[in-house]
T-cell receptor, first 116, second 114 residues
Framework: DQQVKQNSPSLSVQEGRISILNCDYT??????FLWYKKYPAEGPTFLIS?????DKNEDGRFTVFLNKSAKHLSLHIVPSQPGDSAVYFC???????????????FGKGTKLSVIP | NAGVMQNPRHLVRRRGQEARLRCSPV?????VYWYRQLPEEGLKFMVY????????ESGMPKERFSAEFPKEGPSILRIQQVVRGDSAAYFC????????????FGPGTRLTVL
């Protein structure tokens, strides 16, 4: 049972345009979310996070939006650059009620390709 | 300031052999986590360790898998009598005490079982 879902396995965007990566979750116990970026043959790199007390968090070109009622979050990258081409994972600590917050539950990832 | 280091980066084993994966956390981090990524899947939690203690191994298969984080030296993930289904990327992450929900990942070890 996937508790964190990234339904788009891939996304192609023109350089300079906006990239929007989506993530849905089913567990209402999740109250903190992270986005990781992963290049081939490397480990995931922490990108940005958001707490459930906020609905938006911004860091440079990256903004994460959280819609708690819809159990949906999205990562916006604007403007997109070729170096942003990578796999992006949405993650939440705590797989289930009672689990430690250290247990990150990951989505399957979305592969972003930014076309020059 | 070095990040999480893992070695080897690639490991090939035949069925029935043992695999040992090593992880050195970020300097100053006392918590280590191991995750496994199967092809086309997200990372799945396996085990959480602090120095000389296994805190949570609920994500580890019950047999053949073990992990340790000794007082000195790297954390070790050990897989005995490997099978083809163990082929995966194994990632180690570390965090500071009290910041377990923000983990920093190593480059991973890609295990291939022939």
């Amino acid at each position: 049972d996937q508790q964190v879902k990234q339904n788009s396995p891939s996304l192609s965007v023109q350089e300079g345009r906006i990239s929007i990566l989506n993530c849905d979750y089913t567990n209402s116990m999740f109250d903190y979310f992270l986005w990781y970026k992963k290049y081939p043959a490397e480990g995931p790199t922490f990108l940005i996070s958001i707490s459930s007390i906020k609905d938006k968090n911004e860091d440079g070109r990256f903004t994460v939006f959280l819609n708690k009622s819809a159990k949906h979050l999205s990562l916006h990258i604007v403007p997109s650059q070729p170096g942003d081409s990578a796999v992006y994972f949405c993650a939440a600590p705590g797989a289930y009620s009672g689990a430690g917050s250290y247990q990150l539950t990951f989505g399957k990832g979305t592969k972003l390709s930014v076309i020059p | 300031n070095a990040g999480v280091m893992q070695n080897p980066r690639h490991l090939v084993r035949r069925r029935g052999q043992e695999a040992r994966l090593r992880c050195s956390p970020v300097k100053g981090h006392s918590h280590v986590y191991w995750y496994r990524q199967l092809p086309e899947e997200g990372l799945k939690f396996m085990v959480y360790l602090q120095k000389e203690n296994i805190i949570d191994e609920s994500g580890m298969p019950k047999e053949r898998f073990s992990a340790e984080f000794p007082k000195e030296g790297p954390s070790i993930l050990r897989i005995q009598q490997v099978v083809r289904g163990d082929s995966a990327a194994y990632f180690c992450a570390s965090s500071k005490a009290g910041e377990a929900d923000t983990q920093y990942f190593g480059p991973g070890t890609r295990l291939t079982v022939l």
